[in-house]
């Protein structure tokens, strides 16, 4: 499977070693190193815990894409991610106003 490599890899480009990959995880370093070589299946949860980690999608550690795509970022910016998250905290009410002023900011801009 693509995401054994991909989790060793991911490891030593961020210049960390087994054993505080296996902290992190709440494991042992010896288990943790069976994950690298494909002997252990990872749970979901953990896979997703070295996904957030290293700030890379599920897909990348599956080895489904080659593109480290940001945790539910799908492709956008942490600026725009930011921005989707207060709009979606804001009342029907509040959500039009804020559509309205941003498209007048975006009309001054042009």
């Known amino acids: 499977m693509a995401y054994y490599p991909r989790i060793r890899d991911l490891r030593e480009d961020n210049d960390k070693k087994q054993t505080e990959l296996a902290a992190y995880l709440g494991t042992t370093a ?3 190193g069976l994950y690298e070589k494909g002997a252990n299946e990872i749970s979901f949860e953990r896979a997703i815990m070295l996904a957030k980690y290293y700030n890379v999608s599920l897909d990348y550690i599956a080895g489904l894409t080659n593109k480290k795509s940001k945790i539910g970022a799908c ?16 009342s029907p009410k509040n959500k039009r106003k804020f559509t309205a002023l941003l498209k007048q900011i975006i009309g001054v801009m042009k």
Request: hydrophobic share 30%.
């Open 75 to 90: 492709g956008i910016s942490k600026e725009q991610q930011e921005l989707i998250e207060v709009l979606d905290s804001l």
């Open 30 to 32: 010896q288990y943790y």
